[in-house]
Nanobody, 124 residues
Framework: QVQLIESGGGLVQAGGSLRLSCAAS????????MGWFRQVPGKEREFVAA????????YYEDSVKGRFTISRDNARNTVYLQMNSLKPEDTAVYYC?????????????????WGQGTQVTVSS
């Protein structure tokens, strides 16, 4: 059983930056594909970014490409999401997720473990 705890959310002005962290425990972190998703009230959870087990391959949702960077430190059992040039439409609760297996996945139903979420609010 993998436990995930996100941190780093907050309030930022448009154009600013935030770095989200997700600390994992209770499993073999390096054996999981890691992803970030976000959700606003009334909408389905949306894929943001994913990274394979070794960190050599990543994938991003189109609206965040060039602005967000996902990375992982397997020695620290932590995955990060660096968010730059933030926009008001990036406002959401951001969730960290872990998936057993080797393939990147962009659908929330393909992930096995979830954090509790961290709120990101971007003011205009």
């Amino acid at each position: 059983q993998v436990q995930l705890i996100e941190s780093g959310g907050g309030l930022v002005q448009a154009g600013g930056s935030l770095r989200l962290s997700c600390a994992a425990s209770g499993g073999t972190f390096s054996s999981h594909v890691m992803g970030w998703f976000r959700q606003v009230p009334g909408k389905e959870r949306e894929f943001v970014a994913a990274i394979i087990r070794g960190g050599g391959s990543t994938y991003y949702e189109d609206s965040v490409k060039g602005r967000f960077t996902i990375s992982r430190d397997n020695a620290r059992n932590t995955v990060y999401l660096q968010m730059n040039s933030l926009k008001p439409e990036d406002t959401a609760v951001y969730y960290c997720a872990a998936r057993t297996g080797v393939r990147l996945a962009m659908t929330w139903t393909e992930y096995d473990y979830w954090g509790q979420g961290t709120q990101v609010t971007v003011s205009s």
